[in-house]
């Protein structure tokens, strides 16, 4: 009996307490019944939230991509072309005026009434100058013997025209003195660099006197002035033997 009494009375009490916290059997239920309710509330907030960017995302416009720029055009490789060595450009070396004689044999041998002997005289310019008038100058110093008062020592001269080529009498001055340059007559241009060559022929007329002498030649400048030294006007001097038998 007394444990009856006192299961009754504990009874008692824990519904007194539960009066007192305001929740009875129904409300203990009812929170147990509406707890579910606001987890599924819960979860479907969660979820409408999670949601609603990516729809967002899906219906803001995709942003068209400019078209890029086309490539440089890649330039064209060309072999390069051989460069020829630099060329080394000496100066010319200055050549100066020449004249020299020549015969066969190195010299003239005439026999009196005999056959002419043929010689030839050569001017070559240099590269310095051009000349406007050059004459060739051909003198002899007198033979001794007899016949000496013969003209000109009973020697004819001949000069070969080129144009023609017929032979002409052309000036032998025999003589011991100096002719002056001024006294020649006018001669013939040279260019730069020309060159000409003069044919001659020497004979011996029966009379005159023997001997050997030098035939002198020389190439005159007739510009040069009167007082100009002969060394001066007289350019060039060659000779060649003539011996008269």
């Known amino acids: 009996m007394r444990h009856g009494r006192r299961g009754a009375a504990a009874a008692t009490l824990a519904v007194g307490g539960m009066l007192l916290m305001g929740c009875g059997p129904e409300d203990t239920n009812a929170k147990a019944e509406a707890s579910p309710t606001a987890k599924g509330s819960t979860a479907t907030a969660s979820t409408s939230a999670s949601a609603t960017p990516t729809e ?34 000496h100066p010319v070396a200055p050549t100066a005026l020449g004249m020299y004689a020549s ?12 056959a002419a002997q043929e010689f030839t005289v050569s001017v070559r310019n240099g590269n310095t100058r051009a000349y406007a008038q050059l004459h060739i100058a051909l003198q002899m110093e007198m033979l001794i013997g007899e016949g000496a008062g013969a003209d000109a020592g009973g020697l004819v001269l001949e000069r070969r025209n080129p144009a023609t080529g017929a032979w002409q009498r052309a000036d032998l001055r025999v003589a011991n003195d100096v ?6 007559p006018d001669g013939t241009p040279l260019p730069v660099d020309a060159a000409r060559t003069d044919r001659y022929r020497l004979r011996a007329l029966p009379e005159g ?12 400048d007739t510009t040069a002035p009167q007082t100009a030294p002969d060394s001066v006007a007289v350019l060039r001097r060659t000779s060649l033997v003539v011996d008269v038998i």
């Open 56 to 89: 967002a995302a899906s219906q803001s416009p995709t942003p068209t991509a400019s078209p890029s720029p086309p490539p440089p055009p890649e330039p064209t490789r060309t072999s390069p072309k051989p460069v020829p060595p630099a060329r080394t450009t």
């Open 103 to 114: 015969t066969p044999g190195g010299r003239i041998t005439l026999q009196r009434g005999g």
């Open 179 to 184: 002719y002056p340059h001024y006294l020649y």
């Open 209 to 220: 006197p023997r001997g050997s002498t030098p035939l002198m030649i020389r190439l005159v």
